[in-house]
């Protein structure tokens, strides 16, 4: 508990500073490159599987510039293909300290697989690489996937819709938003998480800790 009211009490101290500290990391504004795109982070919220406001007045979403472009591109072929819709991001670039307080939620616990253990470097998002994102229509509505974002369930699963339909674990409608979703994101170049159908990245672990900078704020 006590390890927990520190965390928490770090992320309180450092919530007004994230904005300027992803700009010095070399992070852009999705919403300078897309300013279309619709961010609501989770995270900056209590509308989320831990119930905090990790970000405190955190609302910008921020990327890797190339990372940022990339979306930029996905937006613009989703408005291509669905008049009136729109990307929703809602999680980008995560500083390091959230991580850890994110992790401590989930240790011990089968949910553990599902946030990039810190002792272990991180994850994705601490590099500014990737992005959770879905889909909104004409009236701001998410479209159904299947799953609620931050759902650590068999139905967020990827690359076996057709599987899942099968076994009525999610509906056809849903697997085609997903498909949706994913098709668009990955023609960009993007890669999917197999565990997460919101989860977007550029690049592997391996060349994030070989060539860029963590965000350890």
Known sequence: MKLLFLLLAG???NAGQFDSRMREAGLVDVATVAPDV???LAYATTDNFTGVNMYGELRRAYLRPEVAQMVAAAQKKLQAARAGHSLLILDAARPFSVQKYM???VAGTPQRRYVANPANGGGKH???AAVDV???DSQGVQLDMGSPFDSF???SHTGSESDLVARGVIT???ADNRALLTNIMKSVGFHQDPNEWWHFDRYTMAQL???YKRLDF
Do not use: D, F, K
């Open 11 to 13: 992320l309180t101290l």
């Open 38 to 40: 619709v961010v609501r």
């Open 103 to 105: 992790y401590s939620l």
């Open 126 to 128: 601490n590099y500014g």
């Open 134 to 136: 879905t889909i909104i």
């Open 153 to 155: 369930i068999e139905a």
């Open 172 to 174: 056809r409608a849903q």
């Open 209 to 211: 800790r070989a060539g």
